[in-house]
């Protein structure tokens, strides 16, 4: 009798549309939300031990940690720069491949930028604020520049020139 009541109450429920195909989207959803909280926490793992590191974000979404080597034998290049008047002050940083760069702005006026596009850097610039970024691993000259309106054009650009080792 027991067994009769247990198929009973099972068939109400399956004609009830208590089906695990429609249990399907929640289940699915809590599964997405765990592969992004485990994603998320080996990122910060990741982040919380490497000394520079470059986000990739492939097709799939998938977030990519890689670790950029950075010279520790090189001391970390010190500027301290000022933007005002449509120019930055010095125009050119000179450092080592894969040396680590902080560019601290002294006086500032009116609201600018720090771009460096071979490197994905874009920082507002504030007076007293530090912008932390490793050297490209490549020889050559980057611009940057400040791309808040005719900054750009009205020559606030410099030349961070790299050389190797």
């Not at 894969?98 to 600018?112: D, P, Y």
Request: charged share 20%; proline share 2%; hydrophobic share 40%.
């Amino acid at each position: 009798m027991k067994r009769f009541g247990l198929v009973v109450l099972l068939l109400v429920l399956a004609g009830a549309g208590c089906s695990s195909e429609e249990m399907r989207p929640a289940i699915e959803q809590e599964n997405s939300n765990q592969v992004i909280q485990n994603s998320t926490n080996a990122l910060t793992e990741q982040l919380e031990t490497a000394t520079a590191v470059e986000i990739v974000v492939d097709g799939d979404g998938e977030f990519n940690v890689q670790q950029i080597e950075t010279d520790q034998t090189l001391p970390v290049k010190k500027v301290n720069m000022t933007a005002r008047n449509s120019k930055f002050e010095p125009a050119s940083i000179a450092t080592q491949v894969n040396q680590r760069v902080e560019v601290t702005f002294g006086e500032t006026s009116g609201t600018h930028t720090f771009v460096v596009d071979a490197l994905g850097v874009s920082e507002t610039v504030k007076a007293g604020e530090t912008i932390q970024f490793v050297s490209p691993a490549k020889a050559g000259s980057y611009e940057f520049y400040s791309n808040i309106g005719n900054d750009q054009v009205d020559g606030m650009v410099g030349v961070l020139h790299v050389k190797e080792l």
